[in-house]
């Protein structure tokens, strides 16, 4: 099953490297896009190329887009639950359940699922994130009525098996060593997020605490279960050649068989202000020395919210693209070919949750240079960021880029499905989906400049580096 740390909901962090000399191009088919708004089934002028939704009595809402280019449909279902809705002793919870998903029924045995999948030959899978859980099946448009039929009957009658349980927590356990603890990159990025965050609940890994892990029990997953898994928390979403109503009819026939149920009270638990830099050290057996930052910054949810302007997460997104957005970026000129004092270096906006959370910055020095000098260089991009305008050139070219790279993602069924059901779920909305092509459109240099010299400053500001001990020595315990 898949185990996503966070996906990016609507733009790469490294978008597609398309020549300048398309730009025009992908300009016009963006601004195409967004003139292709979503609709509701109630809108007047009704179009099947839009997106169509209905809500069922129990709760249920539902979400389809016809895309008639190929015989075939994509089928998910977003839960509104994933590792920032869980507490200290229970973290990993979400993407433990998410396992257990795949397990036997009140109707069906364990193991007839993935044989009555493959039966009608559909590509399926799973993920958790922070925010939420996720079902899906690729499959022939003419075998969709059983993939809704297989998801309904999982959403609530799931049977926990002692055994199952055991097998799969041990499962989850192995995923979490060669995932995770036999990784410095990924050890590294795990320990920074719990510095980085001292009360947010994006602290904790979605694969979970291993304490945590050793210590759950079968009962925390019905429990879990139970309170989450119900159709008033939940978006069925379907892209494809596909017929909207016929789609709702199978949601009703399937999904409407349950009653809602009332959700337990999400507490806030908004991150306290940072009040100056942090900084952590990892000592690991690894090849190469790295560097992670991060600032913290708000997600579009609080522009949604009005508390920030509604222009400030697109020019952060902007930002990220100015200093890494291909081969013409400033990371990849000034400090991989330029000054050659980094062997990589990545920057990306995390905003599309439904929480605020980080602009962030990874990289690996060159050969005889240490992580401090690599730092310093890259806040000295920063300061540039702050002190400087970005040129029209430069402005028009990160953003042909980070259009390109959205608009040639939605050209997959896939991807479209993900984009919906994701905003869907993290509050934004799925009709969000059409003002993000205007918003990248309509920043300006003065608005970079802006949050530049608004969030990355020094007090919210946390480095992580990692120290490459020799490859099979343990740190020394002190």
Not at 182 to 187: E, I, N, R, W, Y
Not at 337 to 347: D, S
């Given at each position: 099953m898949?185990n996503?740390?966070?996906?990016r909901s609507?733009?790469p ?6 020549s300048?000399l398309f730009?025009?191009l992908i ?8 003139a292709?708004?979503t ?5 007047a002028?009704e179009?099947?190329s839009?997106?169509h939704?209905y809500n ?11 895309d008639k ?7 998910q279902?977003?839960?509104a639950?994933g590792?920032?809705?869980e507490h200290?002793g229970?973290t ?24 009555l999948?493959s039966?009608i ?15 899906y ?9 059983q ?7 999982r959403?609530r009658n ?5 055994k199952?349980?055991e ?5 989850v ?14 050890l590294?990025?795990?320990q920074f997020n719990a ?6 609940p994006?602290?904790?890994p979605?694969?979970g ?5 050793d210590?759950?029990?079968?009962e ?5 279960y ?12 379907v892209v494809?050649?596909?017929e ?6 199978m949601?009703k ?8 149920n009332p959700l337990?009270v999400v ?5 306290v202000?940072?009040l100056?830099p942090?900084n952590i050290?990892?000592?690991?057996p690894?090849k190469l020395?790295?560097l ?7 997600a579009?949810i ?5 508390k ?6 697109y ?12 081969d013409?970026?400033?990371f990849?000129?000034?400090?991989i070919?330029g000054?050659?004092?980094a062997?990589?270096?990545n ?5 599309y949750?439904?929480l605020d959370?980080?602009l962030?910055i990874?990289?690996?020095?060159a050969?005889?240079v240490?992580?401090?000098k690599?730092?310093e ?10 002190t ?8 028009k070219?990160?953003?042909?880029q980070v259009i390109?790279g959205?608009?040639f993602?939605?050209?997959s069924?896939?991807h479209m ?5 994701s ?8 009709k969000?989906i059409?003002?993000?092509v205007p918003?990248v459109?309509a920043?300006t240099?003065?608005?970079i400049?802006?949050v530049?010299?608004?969030y ?15 490859l ?7």
């Amino acid at each position: 099953m898949g185990n996503k740390i966070m996906i990016r909901s609507l733009s790469p962090a490294t978008p597609s490297r398309i020549s300048f000399l398309f730009a025009p191009l992908i300009l016009i088919s963006a601004l195409c896009l967004t003139a292709n708004a979503t609709e509701t089934k109630d809108d007047a002028n009704e179009s099947k190329s839009k997106v169509h939704e209905y809500n069922l009595e129990n709760g249920l809402k539902v979400l389809v887009k016809q895309d008639k280019r190929a015989p075939v449909a994509v089928v998910q279902v977003w839960y509104a639950v994933g590792t920032s809705y869980e507490h200290e002793g229970i973290t990993g919870l979400s993407h433990a359940l998410e396992h257990m998903m795949f397990k036997g029924t009140k109707t069906r045995k364990s193991g007839e699922f993935e044989k009555l999948v493959s039966a009608i030959g559909a590509r399926n899978n799973a993920f958790t994130s922070q925010d939420y859980t996720a079902y899906y099946e690729v499959l022939a448009n003419d075998k969709l009525e059983q993939a809704i039929e297989i998801e309904a009957d999982r959403m609530r009658n799931l049977v926990f098996d002692p055994k199952e349980f055991e097998k799969e927590i041990e499962v989850v356990k192995e995923e979490r060593r060669w995932r995770t603890d036999d990784k410095p990159s990924s050890l590294t990025r795990e320990q920074f997020n719990a510095t980085a965050f001292l009360n947010s609940p994006y602290r904790a890994p979605v694969i979970g605490w291993m304490v945590d892990l050793d210590g759950m029990t079968i009962e925390d997953a019905k429990i879990w279960y139970k309170k989450w898994y119900t159709p008033n928390n939940a978006t069925l979403v379907v892209v494809g050649d596909v017929e909207p109503d016929a789609v709702h009819e199978m949601a009703k026939k399937y999904f409407g068989l349950y009653k809602s149920n009332p959700l337990p009270v999400v507490k806030l638990r908004t991150e306290v202000e940072q009040l100056g830099p942090r900084n952590i050290t990892l000592k690991l057996p690894a090849k190469l020395a790295s560097l992670r930052m991060g600032y913290k910054t708000p997600a579009m949810i609080s522009a949604k919210q009005g508390k920030v302007p509604e222009w400030e997460p697109y020019a952060l997104e902007v930002l990220a693209n100015i200093l890494d957005g291909g081969d013409s970026a400033r990371f990849a000129k000034n400090l991989i070919r330029g000054k050659e004092v980094a062997a990589g270096a990545n920057a990306g906006y995390y905003g599309y949750g439904r929480l605020d959370n980080l602009l962030t910055i990874s990289a690996t020095p060159a050969e005889g240079v240490s992580t401090e000098k690599l730092k310093e260089l890259i806040l000295a991009e920063i300061e540039t960021l702050k002190t400087e305008l970005v040129s029209e050139a430069e402005l028009k070219r990160v953003k042909a880029q980070v259009i390109a790279g959205e608009v040639f993602e939605r050209d997959s069924i896939e991807h479209m499905a993900t984009l919906l059901g994701s905003l869907e779920t993290v509050g934004l909305g799925h009709k969000y989906i059409d003002q993000y092509v205007p918003g990248v459109l309509a920043v300006t240099a003065e608005q970079i400049q802006d949050v530049a010299k608004k969030y990355l400053i020094e007090n919210s500001l946390t480095v992580g580096e990692l120290i490459p001990l020799p490859l099979g020595e343990k740190q020394e315990k002190k």
